[in-house]
Structures are given as C-alpha cells and as structure tokens.
C-alpha cells in the first residue's frame, strides 16, 4: 500500500533520479503513470504528496487528488522524446 512516507522518502527520489540517469538520454523523457484500484491510468507530469493522498497534474493539465488507498501501481519508464514534455521530480 502506497502512503506519503512512500512519496515523501528520500529513497524515492533517489532512486527515480538514479533510474533516470542510468537510462535516459538528450532523445529521451521520464513517463511516470500512476494506477487507481479503479482502473483509471494517469499520465502523471508532477506529484504532490499531502496527508491524506496524491495531487496529480496529468500531461492534459488536469489536477486530480487520488487518496493513497486508491493507488494501485506507480509505472516509471523511459520513452522516446515525441515533443511531450516529461515528468519531473519536484523540489524536495
């Protein structure tokens, strides 16, 4: 189960920058897609971290706050740059 210690880690972050600077390239952008237990699939360009749950900005600029029991998965890739601007981890 997903909660804030999670997003709000350290280890988090590390790891995702670490993903990222092992595999991506100048030709390259971060696709972050997180899964509700609904189905739903959010194509994710920034993540909040609250008490209560996840505020999501989509690629669509669409803000959506999925509480942390919701989340069923959190999906890191790394895709060729199309002119989509990719995920970028906040400030910390």
């Known amino acids: 189960m997903f ?26 952008v971060v696709s972050l897609i997180v899964g509700a237990s609904s189905g739903e699939r959010f194509d994710v ?6 008490d209560d749950g996840t505020t999501l900005i989509t ?19 790394i895709v060729p740059d199309r002119g989509t601007v990719g995920f970028q981890l906040g400030p910390e």
Do not use: C, K, N, W
């Open 59 to 77: 690629r669509d600029d669409h803000m959506v706050f999925l509480p942390y029991h919701h989340i069923a998965y959190v999906d890191v890739s």
């Open 3 to 28: 909660d804030r210690q999670f997003f709000a880690h350290p280890g988090f972050g590390e790891r995702l920058r670490e993903f990222v600077l092992e595999r991506s390239d100048e030709h390259s």
């Open 45 to 50: 360009r920034e993540i909040r971290s609250t």
